[in-house]
């Protein structure tokens, strides 16, 4: 065999040994999209959104004048209007200069969206009140405006929360009872976002404010029974300042970024 015909076979042998390799799968080497404040709230295991299932709608919004309603899943995003209804993929929102505003943009082969969801007390034409004011505009693809629409919504809250819990733990250190104190209870109600409970020798209710993976105690409410000891007061106190919960194994823990600490126990 002649030289040059060496380097013809070589070259060759090369060329099908490169050209049959495997391509690198690339499609996850792009920088991923931006974490949302929902989405860094919990791992994986913790977070309410991978908890719930695909299908599951975690936000809900509406309005008249015209009637509409707006539904947010972990999968797609369906506007109703009338007779008609618009299917989109599910986006993760971005947050506005406004901190409390999300906004998502919505752009399809057949729709342009954009909904805004405003963190403020919102009453409906119907009377009703929603810790959220929320704006709709989109148009179909060839139209030449948008359609506007305004209402009303709330997140889903965790059916998991709706339920009693007694407190286990305060701040890493499990709770002692002296004479004339009960254990402290929290009773959760996810259908109106209320609670109510035990301090410990008094009795309080108050408001939920619910986000996936977000959860805050407001306007609590109690008697005013002179209780023994500080178990009272230092459990009030961090119970309205957790912001952060998770669930699991029975147990509620809330949490918030200063390293105050609350552990519950599901009561039967």
Not at 81 to 89: A, E, K, S
Not at 110 to 126: G, R
Not at 176 to 190: K, Q
């Amino acid at each position: 065999m002649s030289p040059k015909t060496v380097q013809l076979v070589f070259f060759l042998s090369l060329f099908v040994f490169f050209g049959c390799a495997p391509i690198k799968d690339t499609k996850n080497t792009e920088s991923p999209s931006p974490v949302s404040d929902v989405e860094a709230a919990g791992s994986e295991s913790s977070n309410p959104l991978k908890a719930m299932d695909i299908n599951e709608y975690y936000f809900m919004a509406s309005g008249i004048s015209p009637d509409w309603t707006l539904d947010i899943a972990t999968d797609r995003i369906r506007l109703k209007t009338g007779g008609d209804t618009l299917n989109t993929p599910h986006i993760n929102p971005d947050r506005a200069m406004d901190s409390n505003v999300r906004r998502y943009r919505l752009i399809t082969e057949a729709t342009e969206m954009t909904i805004q969801v405003h963190q403020k007390p919102c009453e409906s034409e119907s009377g009703t009140s929603s810790p959220y004011a929320v704006e709709v505009e989109y148009k179909r693809t060839g139209e030449s405006g948008y359609t506007t629409l305004n209402g009303c919504g709330a997140y889903i809250m965790d059916y998991r929360l709706h339920d009693i819990w007694a407190l286990e733990s305060l701040n890493g250190e499990e709770i002692t009872l002296i004479e004339g104190l009960e254990r402290p209870t929290l009773e959760i109600n996810s259908r109106n976002y209320t609670f109510m409970g035990s301090t410990s020798c008094n009795q309080m209710r108050g408001a939920v404010f619910y986000e996936p993976g977000l959860l805050r105690f407001n306007k609590v409410i109690t008697t005013r029974k002179m209780c023994p000891g500080g178990l009272e007061a230092a459990f009030l106190k961090a119970l309205q300042s957790t912001i952060h919960y998770e669930l699991g194994d029975r147990r509620l823990r809330l949490t918030n970024p200063n390293g105050a600490e609350l552990v519950f126990r599901k009561v039967d």
